[in-house]
């Protein structure tokens, strides 16, 4: 997996941190299918009044809880904070989500609560196994947000720009095909 932007589209991101962080609401946007993880995220928010705001879980681009590609990273770059949550059987077979790439490379902070996306980004995102422990550091980042924590933020948008992008996956590819098959690409 990878993010869905481009180089040059995180570098724009990168040069609009000040806007995108300016552009926060007290919402916490999701778009996807809820599992165990995100249940417990969204009873955290109501029991802290804080609104929890589902879209997403549709292959009908037809339905008002679909979203482009665009609203999607609006509201992943506007909601309080933007976690990539895991269920238990994801965290035991390490799966490494799409969405902790997308989420750094829209200008946010990556959060998880799998240790080995934890460790991918050498411990510069927030983690913990706990849900509850999570939303609290997560939400104490945002409350304290300072230099230190903007350039935390920047250098794992530039990690994600030269490391996880489609262009790093083709790469991939076609290394794999040139040392593994009889083609040449």
């Known amino acids: 997996w990878a993010t869905d932007l481009l180089p040059k589209q995180i570098m724009d991101n990168i040069n609009n941190i000040s806007t995108i962080r300016n552009n926060r609401t007290s919402n916490i946007f999701f778009i996807g299918q809820l599992t165990n993880p995100w249940n417990q995220l969204n009873h955290l928010c109501r029991c802290n009044n ?5 879209y997403g879980a549709t292959f009908n681009n037809k339905d008002p809880r679909a979203l482009s590609i665009d609203d999607n990273q609006k509201f992943v770059q506007q909601s309080f904070i933007s976690p990539a949550l895991q269920d238990d059987l ?3 077979y390490q799966y490494i989500p799409c969405r902790i790439f997308k989420n750094i490379s829209y200008g946010r902070m990556g959060i998880t609560n799998n240790p080995l996306v934890y460790n991918l980004f050498n411990k510069n995102i927030i983690f913990d196994s706990n ?3 999570l939303f609290e550091k997560s939400i104490n980042f945002e409350k304290n947000y300072d230099t230190n924590c903007h350039n935390t933020v920047i250098n794992n948008m530039k990690y994600v720009m030269n490391n996880h992008t489609y262009i790093q996956r083709i790469e ?3 290394l ?3 040392t593994n098959t009889i083609f040449n690409i």
Do not use: A, C, E, T
Request: charged share 25%.
């Open 50 to 54: 804080i609104p929890f705001v589902k």
């Open 90 to 92: 994801q965290i035991k």
């Open 131 to 133: 849900i509850n422990d």
């Open 172 to 174: 991939s590819l076609k």
């Open 176 to 178: 794999f095909i040139n």
